[in-house]
């Protein structure tokens, strides 16, 4: 049973690591809006410096609330973010709604999972937490060229919107099982 949790955590942290693969959505985010990369980087700074304040905030509530609600919620909030970005007909609307939106999003999801396998692999608590850490880390290597796929196919904003609704998908369904019905 507890071999379960990396793998979730693992996913959830792939969802969520999708932000490094900034770098497909900028070319095609810069044809569409008519910017150079100084403007076409500051959503992704943006969700960068969000992120970041978040994550110690967040830290602070885990032990506090039950992890599938600030899992879920934290999911919710980064789909919510890529789905109004497929708006996002300018560099501030995008910076307010990937940046700020989807940032918010994944600094509260993020630290969840590193906590939970943290808790139930309290003799291996290491190699539990750099195991699904890595999630986050090789992201890139899987939804970039997911993401390059999609923009290709369907445009850039067609792909804020799938990545959204799966990502809405992926993390709820993980957070709601009752593998991960745990309090930290």
């Given at each position: ?45 943006m ?58 999003g994944?600094?509260?999801a993020?630290g969840?999972?590193?906590a ?47 990545l ?21």
């Amino acid at each position: 049973m507890l071999k379960i949790f990396i793998p979730l955590s693992i996913t959830v942290l792939l969802c969520l690591g999708t932000v490094y693969s900034w770098s497909i959505f900028r070319k095609p985010l810069e044809k569409l809006l008519n910017v150079g990369a100084t403007d076409s980087l500051l959503p992704f700074t943006m969700l960068l410096v969000v992120f970041a304040i978040l994550m110690p905030i967040t830290g602070f509530y885990i032990n506090r609330f039950d992890t599938r609600l600030i899992t879920g919620v934290g999911g919710l909030i980064t789909a919510v973010g890529y789905i109004l970005s497929s708006f996002g007909g300018n560099i501030p609307t995008l910076t307010i709604t990937y940046g700020v939106i989807a940032g918010m999003g994944v600094g509260i999801a993020y630290g969840v999972p590193l906590a939970v396998v943290a808790k139930w692999f309290p003799d291996k608590k290491g190699l539990a937490v750099g195991a699904t850490v890595i999630g986050f880390g090789l992201s890139p290597l899987i939804t970039a060229p997911l993401a390059k796929f999609l923009i290709d196919a369907f445009g850039v904003k067609q792909t804020f919107v799938i990545l959204g609704i799966a990502f809405a998908a992926i993390i709820t369904a993980i957070a709601v099982d009752k593998v991960v019905r745990t309090s930290v």
